[in-house]
Every structure is written in C-alpha cells, then in structure tokens.
DNA sequence: CTGTTAGCGCCTTCAT
DNA sequence: ATGAAGGCGCTAACAG
C-alpha cells in the first residue's frame, strides 16, 4: 500500500486533502501543502496512473505508433530516435508521459489501433508512415480519438499532420543541380507506399519539366531506404546509358551504399556523379566528399510534434497542418557534371 | 459512453454478468455467452484499459525501456526492432501488451524507472544496456518491481537476465582465428560503459592467453557503434605497427566502415585483414568479401526473452539466467594471414 | 444461472 | 481549510 490513503494516514489528514495539496488545488493551507509535499517526496508516493486515468478520464499518456519488423524502420530509427527525445523533452513539461506502441507488421494496422482506442490507454495517438490513402486515418476520425499525423495522406477530413517538406526538397536540389548544368538527374524513391514517396516523385517531377529536363520515368527508382538500397541505387544509375550526372536519394542512409559502389567503378561522388541526400547527418560526417542535403533541426521539429501532440486534446478545432521546410547546404557532392 | 454498462443496458442484462460472460468465467448460459459476444463485437466494445487494471491490480502490460537520443542505439535500432517483434508476438497470444518506454538519454534513468514503478502503468519492465554496476537493478529489486534485464551485470542479487554470448563469440572467433594462422587480433569494444564491453573484453583476453597469441591492451579499440565506428576502427588498424591480422567486431554494424577504409587503402577485407562481425546480418549481404559472423535466431531470442519476461509475475522465484548461444559460421572476410 | 454489492486509487463536489 | 462521500469502469465475491 503505497497509495494517497497510507500517505494520508501517515499525515494524519483526510485523503482529499492530501490529493488537493498534492495537485496544487486552492484551498489549502500552505502549510499543510508544503508538509504533504515532503512527505509525498520521503515516502516515494507516486500517484497510481490507472486510479487517476479512471477519475479523470484521461491518462496524460500520448502514444507514438511504431511499425516493427519492416525494414524501412530500420534506416528511420535513429530519426525517430532523436524526435522521440525532444517530444518527450517537450512532454515532461506539460506532464505527460510519451509511450512508443510498436505495432507489427505481420498484424493488421487498423485492428491494432482499434484496439488502442477502445483500451483508452492512450489520450492521443501519433502515426507516422501515412499512406497514400490511409485507412488508419478515416478510423481514427470516426472513433474520435484524437491523433496527430507524421506525414501527408490524400484521405480527406480536416485531421491534423506535420510533415517534411519533401516536394520543397525536390524542388530545390532539381534547381541547385540543373543551375550546375546537370540535365540527367536520377531520383530514388521508396519502395514503400508510403505518401512520402509519392510526394517526393511528383515534386521531383515537377520541377523536372520546370527547368526543362530530361524527364523519364526510368530516372525514378523504387528501393529499400537502407545503405544497400544506396548500392541498388548506384548499380542502376551506372547501367543507365546516357548515364544520369546526378542522383537525389529519398534518404541520406542511402549514400554510404552509393558511395561504396561508385568506389567500386572507379568513379568518385561530386567529380563523376552528384548526389544529394535527403537530411543533413552528423552521422555521416565521415563521407568524402561530404553529403550535400538539407539541414533539419531534429529538436525543433520534436519540439513542434509534442507541442502539436499536446494541443490535440485541447483543440480539435483548427488542426495543425504543417510543412516543416529544410534548407539546402552545399558540399562538395555535387558539382558541375562531368564533360560529355 | 461504450462502456460495459452500456452494453449492459443494451442486453438488458446485468454489469456483472456481461463481464463474466466476457471474460470467460463460468456460471453463464451458453446462449447468454454468446448474445453478449456478439453485441460485444457489434457495438465493438473494448475493456476500458484504467478501469480494469484498477480492479485487476496488473496492467497486463510490460515495458521495454529504450535509452534515446544516445548515439550507440542507433545500430542497435534494428536489432530491437525484430526482437520487439518477436516479443510482441508471445506477448499477444497470452494476452499481453508491449509498450516501449522511452527514456531520455539526458534524463536520470534512476528517476525514470522510479516513476514508471510507482505510477503502476506495468507488471513488469524489461531494461537493457546494462552497465557492469548498475543501480536500477538494486532499485528494481528494492521496489519490487518485476524486471528482466537483457544483459548481464556485476550487480549482486538474484535478478532475472537474459544475454548474448559475448564471451563465447569472441573465444570462438579467437579460436577459429588462431587455428588459421593468426597471431595479432585486434578487438573493437563498445565504447559506452556497458557490461558487455567488459565480458566481451574478457572473453577475448582469456582466448588470446589460451591460444598463446599476442597480447597488448592497444590491440582493444573502445569505439562508437556505428558504420563511423567501424571506419574508425579500421584507421586504427591501418596505423598500427606491427599491424595485426584480423579484426574482431563487437557489431557488424560497423563492418561496412571497416571494409570501406580498407578498401580506400588499397586493402582487400580477408585477404589484407581478417574480419569478424558479430552477428551474421542479412542486411549486411551486400559486403564483399561475405562477412564472417554468428548466426543468432533473433525470433526465437524475442520468442525467448518475451516468455521470460511474462515468466516474471508468475514465478519471482528462480529467476531466468540465460546465455544465448550464438554459433559461428565462416565466409570469406576470414582467411589465412597474408605471408610477412 | 443471474443480480447485487463492494471496492481497486484517485479526484472533486459538497458540507462543515 | 479540511473531511466526508460519490463515482470513474471494471471484476470478484456473495446472495438469490
């Protein structure tokens, strides 16, 4: 028994004056609030979540789906690793605890959510990996659990998400590279379906045909994000003939791979062909030449989804919807394609 | 209001027979079972997790608890992630869920784990990365939380623990080195101040006195787990004078940066330098030469570490201590040393 | 076989 | 400023 009754008897007080002392309620004597505080830290006494998520009808707990056992979540964890800890930091001070459910990928989506719903456990619930269209995203919204997107869907409805600026990223290394001279650009996509992907290759696309480019669904590959989708990646664009100057990867874990095989042909990144990851990686300081990509403040972007996460249960009106931008930071990946 | 006594109203039957009929208990009429099933499934009622628990006194939920934000979890990411998957999967059929606490890496882990304990939101926690003397062991006993740690420690007690075979692997490597011709090992250790850098450390020291080969603490390289770790590790290697003949990984994560400094070098993986991975990795299939590993089932480990885990509100007596053994399969990485 | 009742730990309203 | 009491949703013991 570790509960407010034994730390109400211990004080000599009724239990609802210690529950009131202890949540910062007015009307009691700070006095009593200050000696039920220490006593509260002496013995230990933490407030029993499920006691206080039956009363109050919330648990102060926010879930982050995982999906486990794919491979995708492989190259995006130490992403999510680090956006984990800021929405947490960001958590802590709103007194709310961040749990990861990990969903597997051999089970049915929608009938793991579900189930978190009709559990209450959680107050709120983040998804990531939003497909195209997403059936997770229509439930949620008929279940009237409050839930907060880490990617665009073309489902409609007014839901709330936050996503990277993929179609800005698209953009901006098509211009960077077609200002160098680059006419040949190759993209890798995921293999996934997710709606990243297809986000990625219409943005791409687009700013193709914007600068008069060779365009070519051929130039667009479909392939695992991990270092060995980057070797596929660099394998396929040395087959092409004429050979693309130039390779945009979904995912910078993609450039070690990249850089392995071109290494392998004799070729060099930047001198024979350019590449720009997707993020900038402290990770990846170790490439030479260095990566260009785009500069991403994991913290912030945290920041933002736990603040975005938290506001859910307080506004269902109005919900957020955010395209986080990213900008480009040169290196020395890319440069001028080589002469013909 | 999806609550039982909804349901109740709607079969207009009472709170207590609806939750007997569906929690299985007996003195219910067949035909009553199923009516309640039935509208159980139509109304799709779920249990109202707070509220069970309440009453219950367990949660039916285990945690896992993952350090974020630090560098070294990055590698080992995809590692849980099918091991979660595993777990998850023995966990389901009995009834259980998995959720994962994230603890930040700039967080007291102590005061983290005291939390959890006293709010009660778990039967049991599972914690990892244990350190050679680790204080949240002394503190779980105290509090008398079930816990199963993944990883060993010098702290005393009868806790409850599951580990991989560091000090198998790295005799075994050692042996099977040795027995090629092999005299100057150099070892990479996690740099973190984990306790399985010091089994693993002894593990290799014992084997290189057995097998009567070259010892010397500079041929023990303490470096970050990661692809940069492994670049690092290999620069090690290249400077060292003599140099020695093989590289013994604590991961094979760190295998691609090992073969690409090599190979920068003008060096060929097996037959400039021996190399052993830890783990056998499909992911890894792209390294040529075929890395040289152990083979470990990370299902039937999940399988493994997840009963043991429900294992622990049964029987707090005789806890689980289980060394997973891991065994050795050759690839090309490893060859004879080059002539001198 | 079914209904009634008590109570898990907590917070909140109402009474003092 | 404090105590007493009710009830969140659920299950388990008991009564019928």
Redesign the pocket.
Known sequence: ?T???A??RHL????????????D?????????KRVLAAARELG????H???A????RTSTIGLVLETGSPASLAGDAFFMQLIDAMQETFSAAGTDLVLLPCRSADDPIEFLRRQVGRRMVDALVITATRRQDPRIAMLVEEGMPFLALGRSGTPGDWPWIDLDFEGVADRAVAELAALGHRRIALVAPRKEVNLAHVWMDGYRAAIRRHGLEEHEGLMLRLSVSENGGRQAAEAVLGMDPRPTALLLVSEMMAPGVYARLGEAGLEPGRDLSVIGFRRNPQLGFLRPELAGFALDLRALGTAVGEAALGLAVSPADPVRLVWPMDYVPAASVRPPPAE
Request: net charge positive; proline share 5%; aromatic share 2%.
């Open positions: 028994m509960g407010i009754k730390l109400a000599d007080l009724s239990i609802g004056t210690v529950s009131r002392a202890l949540n309620k007015a009307d009691v004597s700070p006095a009593t609030r006494y933490r407030p029993n499920s006691g206080r039956l009363r109050q009808g």
